[in-house]
């Protein structure tokens, strides 16, 4: 308990999956925690289910509508975290999306829109935080969330994983251009984990003819891990609290690999 006590974090896309369970191991290292979802009314259950699970900690949590393809939206979640906790100290940048087509299919406006959310989303999201940072007098961490997909290409997925190296390449500009104002930038890049993402991508793989029954392709997707199981989103939660700490203020322009050892660079 400790870590990050104090520090004043947003996590996009917190409503479920990965970012719900970054949010929340915040707060149980006494951080400050905007839960911020596209899904807002998702977000504000989430936000007071935390509240409620918190002994006295209630004024810790608070949460965000965002699009964050939006810069006014963007700004407008940051204006309101920094009202609530008075700074922002960490910005996870986790906010994604997939929609799995085969290659020769695949449209300008699936990649777009997977472009916008993943690549745009990342770099505005980059961007409104180390203002912010900077106009409170510099310092902070920006973390983004790569994947497994940002260190090779699969099939059927193109767009995201072109979306997914676009992260690993905002993280390292990011991290040279930011590094005179204090702040560092680094990411963490997730492999197969059991959230509801994937198994949408799993119904996405079975309606283009990618995979034939419920399950398949998480099963294909697994059988190269070395731990020999998929991951839970709290399997990331340590790596990502870290990134969150000072533990990790030596630490700029790095990717962490989560997959259980599926991907080796």
């Not at 309101?80 to 906790?85: A, D, G, P």
């Not at 087509?101 to 180390?130: H, K, P, S, Y």
Request: charge should be negative; aromatic fraction near 6%.
């Amino acid at each position: 308990m400790g870590r990050v006590s104090g520090r004043s974090c947003i996590v996009t896309g917190a409503a479920r999956g990965i970012g719900r369970a970054i949010g929340e191991a915040l707060l149980d290292e006494g951080a400050e925690v905007c839960f911020a979802d596209i899904n807002g009314d998702l977000a504000a259950e989430v936000a007071e289910a935390n509240r409620a699970r918190l002994n006295g900690g209630a004024a810790r949590v608070t949460h965000a509508r965002v699009d964050v393809t939006d810069r006014e939206q963007v700004r407008a979640m940051i204006a309101h975290t920094v009202e609530r906790f008075g700074k922002l100290d960490v910005k996870f940048n986790n906010a994604g999306v997939n929609r799995p087509m085969n290659f020769l299919d695949v449209t300008e406006e699936n990649w777009r829109f997977i472009m916008d959310v993943n690549g745009l989303g990342c770099m505005i999201g980059m961007q409104e935080a180390a203002r912010q940072m900077i106009a409170q007098g510099g310092g902070g961490k920006i973390v983004n969330t790569a994947s497994i997909a940002s260190r090779q290409g699969f099939g059927n997925v193109a767009p995201y994983c072109a979306s997914k190296f676009a992260v690993v390449a905002l993280t390292q500009s990011g991290a040279r251009d930011l590094a005179a104002h204090g702040i560092t930038v680094t990411g963490f890049a997730p492999g197969v984990v059991a959230t509801e993402m994937w198994e949408q991508v799993d119904r996405d793989l079975m309606e283009i003819g990618a995979a034939q029954r419920p399950g398949q392709a998480m099963e294909e997707f697994s059988a190269d891990i070395l731990k020999g199981r998929v991951a839970r989103p709290r399997d990331v939660t340590g790596t990502t609290t870290f990134l969150a700490s000072e533990d990790s203020d030596y630490m700029t322009g790095q990717i962490v690999m989560i997959d259980g050892g599926m991907t080796l660079v």
